[in-house]
């Protein structure tokens, strides 16, 4: 069974530029929930999809936007990135609600 | 309101017991969880407990739920070196999508 994995592992980008982050779902999984963990902080929901629908979303504006396709990988992208957006993304997967399982995080440094 | 809380640091001596608290305010919150995160690395599943449950033994791992003090533990027995880590407790109220993380307890762990 593999586990959830996650691209790139590191990236640093300029401010204003725009990101792509991605993830691939635990085995049998359909669920993708993403989330951003600042520096010394907890992880803070930025949204989840399901089927390829989103299914909800935490306190994020608008440029923050993601994709699921249909083998359940999802992708995060970030439009006109700033300073506070540096951090570790970590993406987790479930089958439905059920428990999530987190992936290794991608660390964006945004300059 | 949503919010978990925990205590930031806890230090023991190797072999003894640690014991992790954590406060959440959503009395909807169906499942409670557990995670552990190592230097650099994601977020690892340890446990979960059901809100109609009391106590829950996974090998060295032992969580208690007071529902009526909205107070969640985690206790690690014979704690080894290999347990110093951040610990995160996390509910997921009404069992949504969602997660909501406390700050993270860190844990160390002295010859």
């Known amino acids: 069974e593999t586990g959830v994995t996650q691209s790139p592992t590191h990236l640093i980008k300029t401010r204003g530029q725009q990101v792509t982050l991605r993830c691939s779902s635990q085995?049998?999984?359909?669920?993708v929930s993403w989330y951003q963990q600042a520096l010394g902080q907890g992880p803070q929901f930025i949204f989840q999809?399901?089927?390829?629908?989103?299914?909800g979303r935490g306190n994020f504006p608008p440029r923050f936007s993601g994709l699921q396709f249909p083998n359940y990988s999802s992708e995060l992208n970030v439009n006109a990135l700033e300073l506070d957006d540096s951090a570790l993304y970590l993406c987790?997967?479930?089958?439905?609600?059920?428990?999530?399982?987190f992936g290794p995080g991608t660390r964006l440094t945004v300059t | 309101g949503e919010d978990v809380e925990q205590s930031l640091f806890l230090s023991v001596r190797e072999g003894d017991s640690s014991v992790i608290n954590c406060t959440y305010t959503?009395?909807?919150?169906?499942?409670l969880y557990w995670y552990k995160q190592e230097p650099g690395a994601g977020l690892q599943l340890l446990t979960y407990?059901?809100?109609?449950?009391d106590m829950k033994q996974d090998q060295r791992l032992t969580v208690l739920l007071n529902k009526k003090d909205k107070h969640l533990s985690l206790r690690i027995a014979d704690t080894q070196t290999g347990d110093s880590a951040i610990y995160f407790c996390?509910?997921?109220?009404?069992?949504?999508?969602?997660?909501?993380f406390g700050s993270g307890t860190r844990l160390l762990v002295r010859p």
């Open positions: 996390a509910e997921s109220p009404d069992s949504s999508y969602k997660l909501i």
């Open positions: 959503d009395s909807s919150s169906t499942y």
């Open positions: 999809y399901y089927r390829e629908e989103e299914n």
């Open positions: 085995s049998g999984h359909n669920t």
């Open positions: 987790a997967s479930s089958l439905g609600l059920q428990e999530q399982y």
């Open positions: 407990i059901f809100s109609n449950m």
